[in-house]
């Protein structure tokens, strides 16, 4: 079966440069989902779209923004990178409908982003 | 505001022997979903299994069962004949309401390692 597709899967960049991390949910699937963990940490909500609209926000820093496209696809673009954004990023995915209503979270490989 | 705990950090078990994750949260909604994550040391996260809260059923799936009970906000986990392929990060997470694009909160993990 299909899975969340997420490019690129390792990055490495200098602090104050920017980053674009791109995410592909499994097909059909309407809401994606922006996570950032850190070393030996748990994963940290950082955005979510449903049908291509802002759904929820957590902690992310106003550095970062994100949308998702009208093929459901997503993008995270992270600007002025710090040494702290260095970490591993998941984007997951689930299939809401039309009934808006949450289905479980699928999560795609991660993009491990080394600012240095 | 939602919370998970996960109070046991690191689980050490021989091989066959069955191994509980503990799991505790904090919620004031009514309507929340409870899951549990897998993630083995190549980094990815697996989803294992959802329950909502309307839903108290205890189930067993393979080698896997869970124990929810409203009454203590206990969600605890439950791999029976663990193997060698066990080890890895298991997280418990929750994620209020049931709307679209609704975030995780997910507990600091426990780290399950499984000798042969």
Known sequence: AAGVIQSPRHLIKE?????????????????????????????????????????????????????????????????????GDSALYFCASSLAGLAGVMGEQYFGPGTRLTVT | AQKVTQAQTEISVVEKEDVTLDCVYETRDTTYYLFWYKQPPSGELVFLIR???????????????????????????????????????????????????????????TRVLVKP
């Open chain 1, 15 to 83: 602090k104050r440069e920017t980053a674009t991390l791109k995410c592909y949910p499994i097909p059909r699937h309407d809401t994606v989902y922006w996570y950032q963990q850190g070393p030996g940490q748990d994963p940290q909500f950082l955005i979510s779209f449903y049908e291509k609209m802002q759904s929820d926000k957590g902690s992310i820093p106003d550095r970062f923004s994100a949308q998702q496209f009208s093929d459901y696809h997503s993008e995270l673009n992270m600007s002025s990178l710090e040494l």
């Open chain 2, 51 to 109: 329950r909502n809260s309307f839903d108290e059923q205890n189930e067993i799936s393979g080698r896997y069962s869970w124990n929810f009970q409203k009454s203590t906000s206990s969600f605890n986990f439950t791999i029976t004949a663990s193997q060698v392929v066990d080890s890895a990060v298991y997280f418990c997470a929750l994620s209020e309401h049931e709307a679209a694009g609704n975030k995780l909160t997910f507990g600091g993990g």
